[in-house]
């Protein structure tokens, strides 16, 4: 619509009284969300001789959260906000939503099928004017992800022989916690990595739920590296820990106010029914010995995907280094996460991560991941976040762990170097670069020499990609700390792997080398 045209319909909207039957508003949906909704004003006018319509002005409240009995100094949120309005067919609303930050939330006919508004349609934050061409719409701060979606998917992945169900606890209104355990079961467990992955502590965070259903979906198919995971790890995925905040439409609270992201270092007393649980399962399956990686999936309001980084004086060097590295791998081609994005904090005993760090130190990787809900990596000309995409960030957060873990597979394989020729190769001053094992190496001498083996490789091609260990820092140029492809090694038959090759190739520095096998 020309500026123009919106201000001289303004001027007059503002001028005229209540003249036509209202839209209704309501919240009688699962996750629906809404505080207050006031009339402000409505005007009827001629678009064509045979096109009229009637601009109708709404102020719309989100609905803040209960206030925290618990942590009384936390501001209640008001982000989430998910409504339906009936006699919308034909009429241009101007909604003006307050209490929360969306830019370009979603709209749907259906309940159903969501798409985004587009700028002309939010031209600024919490503005929304449109012509509703149907007499149903539902409006919301992102793509709903509700409980009964993640019941729907717990009993599709539950039929899989590989995946297994538990309830672990109870929610304040006696929702259930569940836990899916991903593993093949026909490899002894003693030596499989452990994986600890939760979500949804804040009901607000669609796209992380988005994201963590594509990674699991990605973990339990019939991807080969998949299976080699499965033979490898064993996966304990708690998908929606806070059912009754989900369900109940809340922002970062429970039903009764309590953020329990911020619950994990407080007495008996005051810690929630959803931590207890998570807690005792925590400790029943780190009995014998910890995770070895703890995901805790959130989305936040910056434009960008981010780990929390640990800094290394709450933690170590080594400790920041290895989350470096995951965050890293996390980039994969650097399209949707960018070293730029990354974030630090000290570790927070009143977190899960802190609580992990007090029992077992930098034993486990325990880490928040962040998801967008507007765009990636601060670009708004870019991608913006949908399902889709998150799905692809999936993929990188799949290969990430894969990698992180050195997993061992038939199709991707990270070699450390077998022997470094000579005196012409240094040690790498220790955790002053990100690196994989227990130390890179550095020669000045362009003609240095290091070997690389493996005792079995299936014959076939295979790309070759060479890790470019960079800082091990809060920045890093673009170019470093991730893999880059070096070339194309061909296997003849079945057997011992050798490849040689000298410092050039790493441009002086040398740590892993990868093989993925061409399909």
Not at 18 to 44: C, M, N, P, W
Not at 330 to 359: C, H
Request: with cysteine; charged share 25%; proline share 5%.
């Amino acid at each position: 619509m020309p500026k123009r045209l919106i201000s001289m319909l303004l001027l007059t909207f503002m001028c005229s009284g209540i003249l036509f039957s209202q839209v209704r508003f309501d919240t009688s949906f699962e996750s629906g969300s809404l505080d207050k909704v006031k009339v402000v004003d409505s005007v009827k006018f001629r678009i064509s001789p045979n096109d009229s319509t009637a601009l109708l002005s709404y102020e719309v409240l989100s609905r803040f959260d209960p206030k925290n009995p618990v942590d009384t100094s936390l501001a209640p949120s008001a982000r989430w906000y998910y409504f339906r309005m009936t006699g919308t067919k034909g009429n241009t609303l101007y909604l003006n939503i307050r209490n929360s930050e969306a830019i370009r939330p979603f709209y749907s006919y259906d309940g159903i099928h969501f798409q985004r508004f587009t700028q002309e349609e939010n031209p600024r934050r919490g503005l929304i004017i449109k012509r509703f061409n149907r007499d149903t719409v539902y409006v919301s701060h992102y793509i709903p992800y509700t409980f009964s979606r993640h019941i729907s998917k717990l009993n599709e992945w539950k039929k899989l022989p590989f995946v297994t169900g538990e309830e672990i606890g109870r929610s304040s209104q006696g929702q259930p916690i569940d836990m899916i355990t991903v593993t093949d079961s026909s490899v002894p467990d003693s030596f499989k990595r452990k994986i600890w992955i939760h979500g949804r502590s804040h009901p607000s965070e669609q796209p992380a739920s988005w994201h963590l259903e594509s990674m699991i979906d990605l973990i339990v198919s019939e991807n080969p590296d998949a299976v080699e995971m499965r033979k490898k790890c064993i996966f304990y995925i708690v998908p929606f820990i806070n059912p009754d905040g989900v369900t109940g439409g809340y922002s970062r609270s429970t039903s009764t106010g309590v953020n329990i992201e911020v619950n994990w270092d407080r007495p008996d007393s005051l810690t929630m029914p959803e931590v207890k649980a998570l807690k005792a399962k925590m400790e029943q399956l780190t009995s014998d010995r910890p995770f070895d990686l703890l995901l805790n999936m959130h989305s936040q309001i910056a434009n960008s995907v981010t780990y929390w980084i640990h800094t290394a004086k709450s933690t170590s060097e080594s400790f920041l280094r290895r989350q470096i590295l995951l965050s890293a791998l996390t980039m994969g081609e650097r399209k949707l996460y960018k070293p730029e994005n990354q974030s630090f904090s000290d570790v927070g005993s009143r977190y899960a991560e802190g609580w992990i760090w007090n029992k077992f130190k930098d034993t486990t990787l325990a880490i928040t991941f962040e998801t967008p809900y507007t765009f990636y990596a601060n670009n708004p000309g870019g991608e913006w976040v949908s399902p889709e995409n998150l799905a692809e960030l999936a993929k990188d957060s799949f290969y990430a762990v894969y990698d992180y873990l050195q997993i061992d597979g038939e199709n991707r394989i990270i070699l450390e170097p077998a022997s470094l020729s000579g005196r012409r190769w240094n040690t790498v001053a220790y955790n002053k670069l990100v690196y994989f094992g227990d130390n890179a190496a550095k020669s000045d001498n362009s003609r240095a020499k290091a070997k690389f083996s493996k005792q079995f490789l299936k014959k076939g091609e295979y790309s070759l990609y060479i890790w470019n260990a960079g800082p091990n820092s809060e920045s890093f140029p673009e170019d470093v700390n991730k893999w880059t492809k070096a070339g194309t090694v061909s296997q003849k038959r079945d057997g011992k792997f050798t490849w040689r090759a000298r410092a050039s190739h790493f441009n002086g520095i040398v740590d892993a080398i990868m093989l993925v096998k061409k399909q």
